[in-house]
């Protein structure tokens, strides 16, 4: 055996090779799916680079935070969100050109929405709850608007795509249906946020690890829940249709079903502990 092949260095390098020769064909099958979704991801990758980056040699600070984390943070969300609607849009039986329009708004809209979060950035201001100048509050209103029309078209998709039948296992058909489901009602809990101006409303008492949300009086759990759901439950369709593949499985439909009850009774329950100090 020879000294590169018994070494750190030289074991790590086929499994180096071996991720990279996993990720770059999805990259490109990505690319053939949804251009345009594709595109936006990309985008939003470098700009998660650049803005991390400005975390690093930007001192300057919003809200006593980094200026440049939440641009980035938001970056990372709407590359990932462009990513999965990209590779599940195929699956959805709908009219081509439908699905290329959609893609356009939903592409363009957060194209608009990080330009506008990462420009508030660059003025050293906070680009949500903020209505400190006419400029500052129009620039909260277009992001509104903007990403209700994102929202809706991304609502669109599914109700469109229901009146027909998919390419797909039902179980995963289901997962991907109700992660959208989920995932819109996650966007609007994000309206809420705005609506009430604040992030969180009298929060106190526990937070979650890491992060720092409060769980009683924040929305940012249940906004966060809500939104991954477009990942989680597809996924949950997925596996469900594999495992009935291999019969380890026998009601992979009920076994979606349960797992999109109980991550719907999270979403529900992080929002009632968000607005309980409303009620009390």
């Not at 009219?95 to 592409?107: Q, V």
């Not at 992001?143 to 296992?169: K, N, P, Q, Y």
């Not at 495992?243 to 076994?255: K, L, Y």
């Not at 979606?256 to 719907?264: D, F, I, K, R």
Request: hydrophobic share 50%; charged share 10%.
């Amino acid at each position: 055996m020879s000294s590169e092949a018994s070494s750190p260095a030289g074991t790590r390098r086929p499994a180096l090779r071996a991720i990279l020769g996993g990720i770059v064909p999805a990259i490109g099958e990505l690319r053939h799916r949804d251009a345009i979704l594709f595109g936006v991801a990309a985008i939003n990758v470098t700009l998660f680079g650049a803005f991390t980056a400005g975390i690093v040699l930007d001192p300057t600070t919003v809200n006593g935070e980094p200026a440049w984390l939440k641009p980035a943070k938001f970056a990372a969300s709407i590359a990932l969100v462009n990513a999965t609607l990209g590779w599940l849009g195929i699956h959805l039986s709908i009219e081509e050109e439908f699905r290329r329009r959609t893609s356009m708004i939903i592409g363009g809209g957060f194209l608009i929405e990080i330009v506008l979060i990462g420009g508030q950035a660059l003025r050293g201001v906070g680009s949500h709850f903020n209505r400190s100048t006419t400029l500052d509050g129009t620039i909260g209103v277009i992001m509104g608007v903007t990403i209700v029309v994102v929202t809706c078209s991304i609502a669109a998709l599914a109700v469109r795509a229901r009146r027909t039948e998919f390419d797909v296992h039902p179980a995963f058909a289901t997962g991907i249906l109700l992660g959208i489901g989920l995932f819109v009602v996650g966007a609007f809990e994000g309206g809420v946020m705005i609506a009430i101006q604040s992030r969180t409303v009298d929060a106190a008492g526990q937070t979650v690890p890491f992060v720092g949300w409060h769980v009683v009086g924040g929305f940012r759990l249940a906004h966060f829940v809500g939104l991954h759901a477009l990942q989680v439950l597809p996924l949950a369709g997925y596996f469900a249709a594999r495992g009935h593949h291999s019969d380890t499985i026998v009601h992979p439909h009920r076994a979606v079903v349960l797992v999109a009850s109980g991550y719907g009774l999270l979403l529900a329950g992080s929002f009632v502990l968000g607005v309980a100090p409303l009620v009390v």
